[in-house]
């Protein structure tokens, strides 16, 4: 299910008043959440580090903006490592609605293509855990999806809440072939296959 971002009715309390580490989790450190289907994780969901930062002294959010900077590095880590790799710039831009950028093969042998990040969204852990990042992309459908076997949203910009293991570690494509026409067809498309969580809750723009 690909949860909707609507319109918060009322603002929460500020949870914390100082800078939470941001975290990259690991499938080890984060099996405990991911092993409990109720464990539920409140996200918010971001087009840019900037509008992240606009937002992060409002009374309703517990992140601060150095939470905004730290989970868009965070995200673009994981895009570096992660993003969907496509032997073909035209099948890129077709899985992704929109301009794609070219990369060089490990060792030579031409380019493969990457998707430009559409956002990111960043979520405070269970257990004092600090707060994780995923970096969104576009998808055909005009969605934003996590890479890997992740997440899909109906937006780039508001809250969310998600099962733990949607911030789970995404499995590198650096070494991997890079997608063909064949195998994402088989797949059913970028993002066709993704779980998303409950309804969410936009705090505007």
Not at 138 to 162: D, E, M, Q, Y
């Amino acid at each position: 299910m690909t949860p909707d971002l609507m319109p918060s009715a009322t603002p929460r309390p500020r949870k914390r008043a100082r800078t939470a580490r941001v975290v990259l989790l690991g499938g080890a450190a984060f099996g405990l959440a991911a092993c409990q289907p109720e464990s539920r994780v409140e996200a918010t969901v971001f087009p840019s580090v900037e509008e992240c930062q606009a937002v992060a002294d409002l009374p309703e959010n517990d992140f601060t903006a150095q939470d905004c900077a730290d989970g868009f590095a965070e995200a673009q880590a994981i895009h570096e490592e992660s993003a969907p790799r496509y032997a073909d710039q035209a099948l890129c831009e077709e899985q992704h609605g929109g301009e794609c950028v070219a990369e060089e093969r490990a060792g030579g042998g031409g380019s493969i293509f990457l998707p430009l990040l559409a956002g990111y969204m960043i979520g405070n852990m269970m257990g004092g855990r600090g707060m994780a990042a995923k970096p969104l992309y576009r998808t055909a459908a005009g969605r934003f999806a996590t890479p890997g076997a992740g997440t899909v949203l109906s937006g780039n910009r508001g809250k969310t809440s998600l099962g733990a293991n949607s911030f789970a570690a995404s499995p590198s494509t650096r070494a991997a072939a890079p997608l063909s026409r064949a195998a994402v067809q088989s797949r059913g498309g970028f993002g066709a296959a993704r779980t998303g969580g409950m309804g969410s809750r936009s705090f505007g723009g």
